[in-house]
């Protein structure tokens, strides 16, 4: 599967949700997604820009799981575009202690609540960090992300195929703070990874 997506800093989450009501579309996750990415000891797959990530997601509805590999980063046409596969899991302990014993380590974790839309073949997801500013990423076909923006009513030019990365180091330059982008690095004397 092929992932085409864009993300802006999220003015308001009450009135760009308000839109997408408007607009027709459909709440399909309102909940926490914690991320834990895995690499070699000697960061084997971030030296060329591949994923294996465990995806647990927390709703009303329960709890469930993904294991995803994420291709190396392209940009075609202003979009960031990578090779995305994935598959549920229903044990996502078993997964980590599976990925554990074949080597891997956990190097990155992100944790943020998120509310997730569907609108006409676009995926909208509002997020919250715990400190960085709210972000929306919208992800689909080029035309189905086009409409959504047109949807959502905030300028098409806050819309960037950049890094969760280059959104926290925005953040820091412009606020003086630290981002968190996981629950421990709220700690200010935890360590934070930044994997590009």
Known sequence: MREVELKAVLDSWRDRGARLERAGATRVFFGRIEDRRYDTPTRTLAAGDIVLRLRIYRGADGTRAELEYKGATG??????VREEIGSTVSDPEAVAHILSGLGYTVTRAIDREIEQWDLDGASVR?????????LVEVEGAPEAIERAIAALGMARTAYTAERLTDFAMRYEARTGKRAALSDPELDDNAPATRER
């Open 75 to 80: 940009y075609e046409d202003g979009y960031k």
């Open 126 to 134: 509002f997020e919250r960090y715990p400190r960085m500013d709210d």
